[in-house]
Every structure is written in structure tokens, then in C-alpha cells.
Antibody
Framework: EAQLVESGGDLVQPGGSLRLSCVGS????????MNWARQAPGKGLEWISY????????NYADSVKGRFTISRDNAKNSLYLQMSSLRAEDTAVYYC?????WGQGTLVSVSS | QSALTQPASVSGSPGQSITISCTGT?????????VSWYQQHPGKAAKLLIY???KWSSGVSNRFSGSKSGNTASLTISGLQAEDEAHYYC??????????FGGGTKLTVL
């Protein structure tokens, strides 16, 4: 069965850094552009970053631009999100997704 | 990129059918068939129901169906059940190589 599994969520202090991972299985990972989205407590879903299969195109939402970096390792069927200069408003469940698959999410809490 | 427009709430009685609309623009919904729908119960992770406008994600009941006309996508739930009470979100790929989500719709089963 095809699935995306995120990991790496944690409690981190404001200004800190964190790296999220997303591993794909059961489908051809290299066939898909990948994305990260997030959902803050009590809020709706927000797209935050996109990367093509060959990494030639990368885009970010304004809310994370300059602080977050998306990357992927196709040999490991893995997607990453390096987050730095974290703020309280970055507290959310983070999901990885493609046009066809959606992960179960990992929780990032930013608090002192 | 503005969020896709969904009604804040819809309601229906058990057994009825309801439709949730998702209105975008020619830069997103109207230009691509990468439109998805998600279901989220309180306190739970969002779950993918429909992808590429009308294709079912694995294990999803065929009571859920998706369609699109112009800049508006729709999710129809037939044979409404109490367990369908949840929030529903739509999303679309855009001409900027980004994705955009709708604000969400709360479905109440009366």
C-alpha cells in the first residue's frame, strides 16, 4: 500500500531549528513533485513548500520563505524540511503530500 | 495566492446528499485537474478522500464523489451518515507551481 510517513516533529524553543522527514513507499517516489503543508491548532490547512522531482523548481509560502528549506533524496524516497528561526506561529501539524498521496502528519511545537 | 472559497458550513440529514463547493480561479481549479478533497474529524489528522478531481484515495467509500466545472470543484456525499460529520477541505495546484487550500467547511449531520 502506498504511503507517506512523516517524522521529526518535536518541542523546540523559539529561534531554534528542526528537520522534518517524509518517507514514501509503495509508489514511484521519483514520479512526483512533493509538498509540505501545515495546520496550526484550530486553523485550516496551509501549503508551505513545493519541490519538483528533479529539484529544478522549489517554491515557498511567504510565511516561511527565508527560514525553511525543502529538499529531497530520491535514492532514499525521502523528502525533508529544514526549519530554522522557528516562531510560536510555526506551531502546527506538518504534512507531506503529492497530488495523489497524503501523510499522517508530525507535530511541531514552538514554545519556551 | 488567495485561498479557495468554500462555504463555512453545510448540513444535512442522515440518508440525504450534500454538496460542498470549492471556488478558485483560472490560475488554479480552472486550469488543472489536480484538485483534492480532505476530511478531518475533531482532534484527528486530515485524511485524503479525493484526488485529481474525482479519483478515490485508497479505502474511501464511493459515497464520496468529486467533480469540477470551470473554476469550481465540488464534493458530494451521498447517503449521509453520522460519521461524515467533520471538516472538509479542498486544494488545487496552481500556475505558480504552488498549491492552495480552501478555508474549510464544517459538515453537520442533523
Amino acid at each position: 500500500e502506498a504511503q507517506l510517513v512523516e517524522s521529526g516533529g518535536d518541542l523546540v524553543q523559539p529561534g531554534g531549528s528542526l528537520r522534518l522527514s517524509c518517507v514514501g513507499s509503495g509508489f514511484t517516489f521519483t514520479a512526483y513533485s512533493m509538498n509540505w503543508a501545515r495546520q496550526a491548532p484550530g486553523k485550516g490547512l496551509e501549503w508551505i513548500s513545493y519541490i519538483t522531482s528533479d529539484t529544478s523548481t522549489i517554491n515557498y509560502a511567504d510565511s516561511v520563505k527565508g527560514r525553511f528549506t525543502i529538499s529531497r533524496d530520491n535514492a532514499k524516497n525521502s523528502l525533508y524540511l529544514q526549519m530554522s528561526s522557528l516562531r510560536a506561529e510555526d506551531t502546527a501539524v506538518y504534512y507531506c503530500f503529492t497530488s495523489r498521496y497524503w501523510g499522517q502528519g508530525t507535530l511541531v511545537s514552538v514554545s519556551s | 495566492q488567495s485561498a479557495l472559497t468554500q462555504p463555512a458550513s453545510v448540513s444535512g440529514s442522515p440518508g440525504q446528499s450534500i454538496t460542498i463547493s470549492c471556488t478558485g480561479t483560472s490560475s488554479d481549479v480552472g486550469n488543472f485537474n489536480h484538485v483534492s478533497w480532505y476530511q478531518q474529524h475533531p482532534g484527528k489528522a486530515a485524511k485524503l478522500l479525493i484526488y485529481d478531481v474525482s479519483k478515490w484515495s485508497s479505502g474511501v467509500s464511493n459515497r464520496f464523489s468529486g467533480s469540477k466545472s470551470g473554476n469550481t470543484a465540488s464534493l458530494t456525499i451521498s447517503g449521509l451518515q453520522a460519521e461524515d460529520e467533520a471538516h472538509y477541505y479542498c486544494s488545487s495546484y496552481t500556475t505558480s507551481s504552488t498549491w492552495v487550500f480552501g478555508g474549510g467547511t464544517k459538515l453537520t449531520v442533523l
